[in-house]
């Protein structure tokens, strides 16, 4: 049996793994209110650092693979492999234990999921355009996930408090440049190059019609989200700086 017809299940498993550890070892002494999220956040530390690592090399090729319309190479597909089992594993996550006001994040890892999937397995091509947003958008993951896990502890202790209270700018900081400025850029050469028709031949042009709509609906959540977390971040130092106005 080939490699490829067993080495997503495979990674998926390994997820799996990951998230199980977290949620029954790592958070276990956790309220049951936070170990869902942080043994998300857990699982989500073994994806994005590693995927941005792995994708790197894989983009650092020579400049005929460097190309919108490019094959995919081996390690361009493991990467688009990794990448998908570990959203179709936190999807599993957000389906079990989080209410449906998450529905938001149901529909952007679906939205993911198609993205490397048709990449992947129906056109084989175009995974050069893929993985450089797959880098901009995993790059601040180990940092939005320190956020978030001192965030769910900052109530309960003074380190976690005080690590989140200095964490937080830097990822919002971070996560404004990848998705905010080069996300754009970069999203506005690949639908210039897919529109224009030229990958028509190995793409199908409702493909990566699909693929901008996604990645597009994808970047301006992310600055409203962005824009949305900067307004209340400064509301709150303004309200901290007043009140010790008033105290002194």
Aim: include cysteine; hydrophobic fraction near 55%; proline fraction near 5%.
């Amino acid at each position: 049996m080939a490699i490829e017809h067993w080495l997503l299940p495979l990674i998926v498993a390994a997820f799996c793994s990951i998230y199980l550890l977290g949620y029954f070892v790592v958070f276990r002494k956790w309220s049951p209110k936070h170990r869902p999220e942080a043994s998300s956040c857990f699982m989500s530390l073994f994806h994005g650092t590693p995927a941005v690592l792995l994708a790197i090399p894989a983009l650092l090729l020579p400049r005929p693979v460097r190309r919108f319309a490019a094959p995919n190479t081996g390690l361009q597909s493991l990467v688009l492999d990794f990448s998908t089992a570990y959203f179709a594993v936190d999807l599993l996550h957000y389906l079990f234990f989080i209410p449906p006001q998450a529905s938001l994040y149901v529909a952007h890892h679906l939205a993911a999921l198609f993205v490397f999937l048709t990449c992947r397995y129906l056109v084989a091509h175009g995974a050069f355009s893929i993985l450089v947003l797959l880098v901009l958008a995993e790059v601040t993951s180990a940092c939005e996930n320190a956020v978030t896990l001192t965030g769910l502890r900052k109530t309960e202790s003074a380190v976690a408090a005080k690590v989140h209270r200095w964490v937080t700018p830097a990822f919002y900081a971070a996560f404004t440049v990848a998705r905010g400025l080069v996300g754009p850029v970069f999203f506005y050469k690949m639908s210039a190059y897919y529109l224009s028709g030229k990958a028509r031949d190995v793409i199908p042009a409702w493909v990566s019609t699909s693929w901008i709509v996604v990645v597009g609906g994808a970047i301006l959540g992310s600055i409203l989200w962005i824009s949305n977390l900067w307004f209340n971040f400064f509301r709150v130092e303004n309200n901290v700086e007043m009140n010790k106005a008033i105290d002194v």
